[in-house]
């Protein structure tokens, strides 16, 4: 699985999982349709639209779609911990390359880059940023929200953090930015549940100290 159409048998005849505006529901596949509504406007694969588009723009140099079995020198192997402790790769877990629900390479630095270039609307304008950024849609899970790919936790009626994260077998991602006190996370792993605990910690020691 290569290019966004391949990922259509996997969905694209199921059933709706609820009605339009029901409830909020997180879907890979959404973004999957999203990308290819990309493509269809633009007449260019989506990485090649988003590495000139979001990548280049924001100075993520070392990140990108790349292929498992193309990778460049330096890129880490995402690795699966087994029930007997043992390890395998995930070279078999996941897409040979990802698409426009997630299974992008990136380095720490680069991701805050990236964030830095939103932030700073050298990526969006400002009003499309603001939306965004804007809590469009409370979850279920108490003080959360989504907004245009973002997940935002809201305390007290202010914006907390807004937050990425992101998994696959092998792979586990997780950022913020804290505007209130002006702080930056961005936690990589190549393990599939490695950054969750680290950001964690991460989380409570800036917030005590802020």
């Known amino acids: 699985m290569r290019r966004l159409q391949d990922f259509l048998p996997l969905f694209q005849n199921r059933p709706m999982t609820s009605g339009v505006g029901e409830r909020f529901h997180y879907s890979n596949s959404g973004y999957i349709l999203l990308g290819l509504i990309v493509e269809q406007a633009t007449h260019r694969p989506f990485a090649d639209y988003v590495a000139e588009h979001v990548l280049a723009p924001a100075g993520m140099t070392q990140s990108g779609y790349f292929e498992m079995d193309a990778l460049p020198p330096k890129t880490a192997q ?53 939306r965004l950024l804007t809590p469009h849609v409370a979850t279920e899970e108490d003080g959360w929200h989504y ?64």
């Open 147 to 210: 907004g245009y790919g973002v997940w935002i936790d809201k305390r007290d009626e202010a914006i907390f953090k807004y937050y990425l994260m992101g998994y696959d077998p092998g792979a586990n991602f997780h950022s913020a930015v804290f505007p209130g006190i002006g702080a930056l996370v961005v936690v990589c792993s190549n393990q599939s549940n490695g950054a969750y605990r680290m950001m964690e910690a991460i989380e409570n020691e800036i917030t005590r100290v802020g």
């Open 78 to 130: 995402g690795y699966i911990d087994l029930p007997d402790d043992q390890w395998k790769t995930n070279i078999y877990s996941v897409p040979a390359k990802g698409g426009a629900d997630g299974g992008v390479y990136v380095t720490v630095k680069d991701m805050g880059a990236a964030w830095d270039a939103l932030m700073q609307h050298q990526l969006l304008t400002a009003a499309s940023t603001e």
